[in-house]
């Protein structure tokens, strides 16, 4: 940081899984390594070493405790959590999430810029992973709680004195919903591994796609199965999830559920793919479109959410808009032949890859808060 070197507070969401959210924390750990997080929910077990070195503030109370057993159930619970933290001490707060953790409480004289994966999804109409809220004896409850809740979350969006998005999707979700202005600054992908990956072909005798992920209904890797049941085409999955057995069922023979991999069988299979297929309606980034073009390999995707503004058409990929099972063998078809004529160059892909490193981020990151924190020092010296 520049001029004053301000105490700085982190508030994130919630610490009780690892995943690209997790990743950005780590990223601004380290930029920022005297910070404290504050959160809802900590499990050190779920969590880096990066993040579980830190100094983690939860709420010791009986809500915190009912929250770490029972989130899900007690979201109208979450917003007094984050607005009872006691945040004074702090020059700067950095927020990093989708719900909560942009409405904590500052002053005139605190400076706070929100890291913002998405508007909570469940809140307006995006597909989410659980499909509890929407069992019949809950729906009442959940209508009632969910509209006082996005009256909450437009009040708590106007907080931040400034916003960052993950992408142009978010940017665009953040001025829909909540009337702000963000800037974009793509999360840290670690395109490295897959840059300077030297794997083997071991086991892989037939060309093959790919698609990995978690397999949850909305991910519709459904569609994809069936599409490449009516095709002479390989297709590979690796992931795990509620719809594990149900996929099964209906892949055919050409289709292998591959499970959960090691990081380092991960790669070799986007390594050895023709190309990934990614399947995800209204995703608010895409990492594995990331992961792919660091290997090399273009992607497939439908044209929606953050890979809408990622995928250069022609160029690291290309799009579907019929999310159907004939619109996916339509779009494969065309997308193989162009593969397989070599139309997509894996050097200039990878090279398209690099700018959503580590390194990238934070340097963009520093930057974008160092020249807040300018325009905050001016004002306050006005």
């Not at 702090?90 to 005139?108: C, E, N, Q, R, Y």
């Not at 009040?155 to 960052?164: D, L």
């Not at 999310?323 to 004529?341: M, P, Q, S």
């Amino acid at each position: 940081m520049q001029k004053g070197n301000p105490r700085v507070a982190i508030v994130v969401d919630y610490l009780n899984q690892y995943g690209g959210a997790e990743k950005t924390l780590e990223a601004m750990c380290e930029l920022f390594p005297e910070a404290p997080i504050y959160t809802s929910i900590y499990e050190p077990n779920q969590m880096s070493e990066i993040i579980n070195s830190k100094e983690i503030i939860t709420p010791d109370n009986t809500k915190g405790r009912l929250l770490a057993k029972l989130p899900k159930h007690f979201t109208f619970l979450m917003p007094s959590v984050f607005e009872a933290f006691d945040l004074s001490r702090f020059d700067l707060i950095i927020s990093s999430g989708t719900a909560w953790s942009k409405s904590v409480l500052t002053t005139p004289d605190q400076l706070h810029i929100s890291y913002i994966h998405t508007p909570p999804r469940f809140l307006y109409g995006y597909s989410v992973e659980s499909v509890q809220r929407f069992k019949w004896y809950y729906k009442p409850f959940v209508a009632y709680i969910d509209h006082h809740l996005r009256v909450w979350d437009f009040m708590a969006a106007q907080r931040p004195n400034y916003f960052v998005a993950n992408s142009e999707e978010i940017k665009e979700r953040v001025f829909k919903f909540y009337k702000r202005k963000a800037t974009v600054i793509y999360p840290p992908v670690e395109v490295e591994k897959g840059l300077s990956f030297k794997g083997t072909k071991d086991n892989i005798s037939k060309p093959y796609y790919l698609v990995l992920g978690r397999l949850a209904a909305y991910k519709n890797v459904d569609l994809v199965i069936e599409a490449f049941n009516l095709m002479d085409l390989e297709l590979k999955i690796i992931g795990t999830g509620k719809e594990e057995t149900k996929l099964k069922r209906l892949a055919k023979s050409n289709v292998t559920m591959l499970g959960k991999l090691s990081e380092t069988e991960k790669h070799k299979y986007i390594e050895n793919c023709l190309g990934v297929i990614f399947p995800v309606k209204d995703e608010d980034f895409g990492i594995v479109p990331i992961e792919a073009f660091s290997h090399g390999k273009p992607v497939l995707a439908h044209k929606s959410g953050g890979p809408k503004g990622i995928i250069k058409e022609g160029f690291t990929g290309e799009f579907f808009t019929e999310l159907t099972t004939e619109g996916i063998v339509e779009a494969v078809k065309i997308f193989d032949n162009k593969v397989r004529n070599n139309k997509y160059n894996p050097v200039e892909i990878k090279n398209y890859a690099r700018q959503f490193s580590k390194d990238i981020f934070k340097e963009k990151f520093t930057d974008f808060v160092n020249k807040c924190w300018s325009k905050h020092l001016e004002s306050k010296n006005a």
